[in-house]
C-alpha cells in the first residue's frame, strides 16, 4: 500500500467482496489504550461484532463515539468494561477520550468477508483466500471525506497473488495524534518512580 508520493501507507483498510463464502465468523477484538493511545490504531469488523476496550495505562480513560455508524460512551474507567461494544452497522466509528483530546482510534465496520490493515511498512496480508475474482475496496483515517473507494477487480489463481494499491491521501508522520509533552507529567512520574524506590 503507497500514498500519494509513493511512500509506504499504514493503517489502510482493504476489504475483498468476491464470489466464495465469508471467511471470518463473528468474533470479539480487541482496541486498548496504551501510553495514551488507541492499540491498535486502525481495527477493522465485521458487521455484528463485538470489541473489547481494555484500559491497560494506569490513568483512566473516558472513550466515547459520536458517529451516526455506532454511538456508544465508556464512562471513566480502568482495566477492562463488563460488556464488549457490539457494531452492528457497516461504516467508520471515530473513537476519542474525552480526557485526553490527542487519543484518536477509528473502528470500520464491513460487510466484507475479507480484510486487513496495513503495517507500519504498508505490507497486509489475507490468508486462506480462495481462488476467484473479488471486489476491494480501500479506505484510510486520511481520506477525503473519510469515505470506502472502489479500487477495482482482482483475479486470484492458484499461485496466490502479490498486489501494489496506490492510494491518494497524503499520508502525515502519524495518523494518530501523539500525547503532548507535559514538563508536569514527567516531574511527577519521576517522583512516583523515586518514592516506590
Known amino acids: 500500500m503507497l500514498d500519494a508520493a509513493g511512500r509506504p501507507l499504514a493503517n489502510a483498510v482493504l476489504t475483498l467482496r468476491g464470489t466464495a463464502g465469508a471467511a471470518h465468523s463473528v468474533s470479539t ?3 486498548d489504550q496504551v501510553d495514551r493511545q488507541f492499540v491498535p490504531n486502525v ?3 465485521r458487521t455484528g461484532e463485538a470489541v473489547k476496550f481494555p484500559n491497560s495505562d494506569n490513568i483512566r480513560h473516558h472513550v466515547y463515539s459520536f458517529s451516526p455508524a455506532k454511538r456508544f460512551e465508556l464512562r471513566l474507567y480502568q ?23 490527542w487519543m ?10 475479507w480484510f486487513a490493515v496495513s503495517d507500519a511498512q504498508g505490507q497486509l496480508s489475507l490468508e486462506n483466500l480462495p481462488e476467484g ?8 483515517p486520511q481520506n477525503a471525506k473519510m469515505l470506502p473507494v472502489a479500487a477495482g ?11 501494489t494499491f496506490d492510494f491518494d491521501v497524503a499520508a502525515s508522520a502519524a495518523v494518530a495524534p501523539e500525547a503532548p509533552v507535559s ?8 517522583a512516583k518512580r523515586n518514592a516506590a524506590q
Open 29 to 31: 477484538d480487541v482496541m
Open 79 to 101: 482495566g477492562t468494561p463488563s460488556e464488549p461494544v457490539v457494531f452492528d452497522t457497516p461504516g467508520v466509528v471515530v473513537l476519542g477520550c474525552n480526557i485526553h483530546d
Open 183 to 190: 514538563s508536569f507529567g514527567d516531574a511527577f512520574n519521576k
Open 43 to 45: 481495527l477493522v469488523v
Open 133 to 140: 475474482r473479488y471486489e476491494a475496496t480501500l479506505w484510510h
Open 153 to 163: 477487480e482482482l483475479e486470484l489463481g492458484a499461485k496466490g497473488l502479490s498486489q
Open 104 to 113: 484518536v482510534g477509528y473502528v470500520y465496520i464491513t460487510d466484507d468477508p
